[in-house]
């Protein structure tokens, strides 16, 4: 057996690999946040592994001064860490032990702050991306920085004392001052905020700790870190201690920033897998336990969490695809006039989550009669809708990715299945940019070919020529398949997929690599590309 069938033998092990993975751990594999860290670094600074939360903060920061990924993804996780660290120097102050040293925490500090007023100061030119919560998160840290800084001008902390007295961070352009003021009071008067305002329970400030409306699920508050520390008033022998413990545990002192994603990664791990054809063995009791989530508007992305359209699309496509579907009627809870929200008062609409609602609909549509006609309705108006949102390139982008090969994968794919004549230029338009993108190596990405977004525009490809010759189309994705073969896993997948800042979910991309790699190898034009590749090599060469 050649290393090539070995190194594809071992990736469709791994396909089963990771269904058992999303099985039997409850917390599933997420990567660090920044963000979520720098909270429990203020929070709870009493817990177990703050010293290696210090020590995280301090060695991700870029040299710049920031935190995060590029352009507006640095602000929310490099304002979380400079607070964080501020409070942390003003602990010192005070005599309380603190995890680094003085002259650390005052440098990072340092550059944090001129990294902040360079975007915040006297005309905050920012253009912030749609991450979860943005509009009352950034209020919440910009208000705890100012307090900071007011404080460093009566009580200086030797190093800043260049900040005291000094200037306010303000708002970003389009960031409402009053709501998060509007928030708080309405949560003072004794209201109880909408249910997804639990994953971000932490900008309400000191309303949080012990709020009465809040019922943690397995110790979770939101499933968040830092919603669960802002609630938190035991910190012994209570579930949601023993839920910081566990995942700060996990990360060796870092969280993540939300966990667990249960029936999300159960969703897009199988769908990712089940859909490529990869032979894998479904663990006794999950298609149940998923059937089980079910409630009449759908299902959340792990208990604890509201229901919404994204999560409950995904699942009822997996659960078709595994033989045992159920009614998509539920997914109507969700209707608005031109498309489907992902939850209710949401800011801004998904491209992605109609792409897996039409999904839905159109993989349910062969199993019942009953109701074909409003779904086929539904398929017509959703579809003019992605159709609608497409960008010049050929592109679509989304409010739970940073990538647009995320987006596009889902759209183009979806309307190709099931709209497919009416879509026909959108979709041609969607893989002539995939064409035009692809980096030298064979790789695709926004910011640098990463193996994640390969294996989207891959899995795009090959959904969208499967069954008509395109030989551009083909040699780019032999040209992919070989990016993807020739990497070795990445110790830690880059952060793309949007919560309060970017997150990694990592089941979730391997399952995509692997699936990716299946079809390409299962399409016989590529699949001789590939093999025609191989034989051109010199022996060397092929067992690398």
């Known amino acids: 057996m050649n290393s090539q069938h070995m190194q594809d033998e071992v990736w469709g092990t791994k396909g089963t690999a990771l269904v058992a993975g999303i099985w039997s751990d409850p917390y599933e594999a997420v990567s660090p946040s920044v963000y979520e860290t720098a909270r429990l670094v203020t929070l709870v600074p009493w817990l177990t592994g703050h010293s290696q939360r210090v020590r995280f903060l301090l060695e991700r920061q870029h040299p710049d001064g920031t935190w995060g990924a590029a ?10 860490a400079t607070e964080a660290l501020l409070t942390c120097l003003r602990r010192k102050q005070n005599g309380d032990a603190e995890a680094a040293g003085h002259g650390d ?13 360079g975007r915040l100061g006297r005309s905050p030119q920012i253009l912030l991306p749609d991450t979860i919560a943005a509009e009352i998160v950034i209020p919440a840290l910009v208000a ?4 900071h800084l007011d404080s460093l001008g009566s009580q200086p902390v030797t190093g800043l004392d260049v900040w005291g007295g000094t200037g306010r961070l303000l708002l970003p352009h389009g960031v409402d001052p009053d709501l998060l003021s509007r928030l708080r009071h309405a949560v003072d008067q004794g209201q109880v905020p909408p249910p997804k305002l639990l994953h971000s329970l932490e900008v309400l400030g000191p309303a949080a700790r012990g709020a009465p409306f809040v019922a943690p699920v397995l110790g979770a508050v939101g499933c968040s870190p830092a919603a669960t520390a802002a609630w938190l008033t ?8 023993d839920y ?6 996990r990360g060796g002192g870092p969280v993540p920033g939300i966990t667990p994603i249960t029936f999300f990664e159960w969703a897009w791990v199988l769908t990712a897998l089940t859909t490529a054809g990869c032979p894998v063995r479904i663990p006794e009791g999950l298609v149940s336990s998923l059937h089980s989530a079910f409630d009449e508007s759908g299902i959340p992305a792990a208990p604890g969490l ?20 159920r009614s998509p009627d539920c997914l109507f809870a969700y209707q608005l006039d031109t498309h489907f929200s992902c939850f209710p008062g949401e800011r801004t609409p998904s491209i992605s989550t109609n792409a897996h609602v039409l999904q839905a609909f159109g993989t349910c549509l062969g199993h019942e009669a009953d109701g074909r006609a409003r779904r086929e309705a ?15 390139t050929g592109s679509w982008t989304d409010k739970w990715h940073a990538s647009a090969y995320y987006a596009t994968v889902c759209c183009a794919t979806a309307l190709h299945r099931y709209d497919r004549d009416a879509s026909a230029i959108a979709v041609h338009r969607a893989v002539s940019w995939l064409l035009e993108s692809q980096h030298e190596d064979g790789s695709w990405g926004r910011w640098g070919g990463t193996d994640e977004e390969t294996a989207y525009a891959v899995q795009t490809l090959v959904h969208t020529h499967a069954d008509r010759p395109n030989i551009a189309a083909e040699q780019a994705t032999a040209r992919g398949y070989e990016f993807l073969r020739r990497r070795t896993p990445p110790r830690e997948y880059p952060p793309l997929w949007h919560d309060k800042d970017l997150y990694a979910p990592i089941r979730v991309i391997q399952a995509e690599i692997v699936a990716a790699r299946q079809l ?17 090599k010199p022996r060397s060469a092929q067992t690398g």
Do not use: K
């Not at 352009?71 to 979380?80: E, I």
């Not at 035991?234 to 201690?241: E, K």
């Open 306 to 325: 509201p229901p919404d359209s994204d999560d409950t699309a995904a699942a009822l496509c997996v659960l078709a695809e595994l033989g045992s579907p």
């Open 378 to 392: 539904a398929i017509t108006t959703i579809s003019q809708w992605i159709r609608d949102r497409q960008d010049n």
């Open 520 to 536: 390409a190898r299962s399409h016989p034009p590529v699949a001789t590309l590939i093999r025609q590749r191989g034989a051109g």
């Open 144 to 147: 705890r920085i100012n307090a």
């Open 71 to 80: 352009g507006g993804y640095c602000l929310v996780p490099t304002l979380s």
């Open 244 to 249: 910081l413990h566990t995942v700060q545990h």
């Open 105 to 117: 925490l005052v440098r990072a500090t340092d550059r944090g702050l001129r990294a902040l007023f």
């Open 234 to 241: 035991h910190r012994t022998a209570h579930p949601s201690f």
